[in-house]
């Protein structure tokens, strides 16, 4: 069998060491471009975000509706699978700037775009799923394990009474190691 040899890529021997360092110098100019692009995007994300306020993990102690209409639209329920009467809350989790989920009484997770007035004392929510569900609150905190919700959800008269759940989540405490020592 016969032994197939590439020809070379020039006849003279400098041509070749530059066409070696050209392929290098691209090389290095992707990596670093990708390393750039890599670092701006997690700035962008991660590090110019900071903490959203109303951040965390909130719960239900009371919520109040004044009447008996839907608190959900039509869609929303429907998308949902939802029932009449299913659109109370149970939690409330804000984890990023404009973007919070509610978790209902059933479990089911509705994800809502949020805006926080700068003066922190206006809470407005909308429903990508569906534009015509909104609520507008005015809160207040109390320290920081306190939260008072005060306002209409799709027109309806509500009041939210929720608390933290601050240092309960194992992945974020201090105390979570990916090595656990039993002792």
């Given at each position: 069998m016969a032994r197939i040899t590439e020809p070379p890529l020039a006849d003279s021997g400098s041509a070749r060491r530059w066409a070696v360092l050209v392929q290098a110098a691209l090389g290095a100019c992707f990596f670093a471009a990708n390393l750039v692009g890599s670092v701006?995007?997690?700035?962008?994300?991660?590090?110019?975000?900071?903490?959203?306020?109303?951040?965390?993990?909130?719960?239900?102690?009371?919520?109040?509706?004044?009447?008996?209409?839907?608190?959900?639209?039509?869609?929303?329920?429907?998308?949902?699978?939802?029932?009449?009467g299913e659109g109370r809350w149970s939690r409330f989790a804000v984890e990023q700037p404009g973007e919070a989920v509610l978790q209902l009484q059933n479990g089911v997770l509705d994800f809502v775009n949020i805006a926080v007035s700068k003066d922190h004392t206006v809470l407005d929510m909308n429903d990508s799923a569906d534009p015509n569900w909104k609520a507008h609150f005015t809160?207040?905190?109390?320290?920081?394990?306190?939260?008072?919700?005060?306002?209409?959800?799709?027109?309806?008269?509500v009041e939210i009474a929720l608390h933290t759940r601050e240092g309960t989540f194992r992945l974020t405490s201090d105390e979570y190691h990916i090595i656990r020592n039993y002792k």
């Open positions: 701006h995007a997690y700035a962008l994300h991660h590090g110019k975000v900071g903490k959203a306020p109303l951040s965390g993990i909130w719960e239900v102690d009371e919520f109040k509706a004044s009447n008996s209409q839907p608190l959900l639209t039509n869609k929303i329920a429907a998308e949902l699978h939802l029932g009449a809160f207040r905190l109390e320290g920081e394990k306190l939260l008072h919700l005060q306002g209409a959800m799709n027109g309806v008269p």
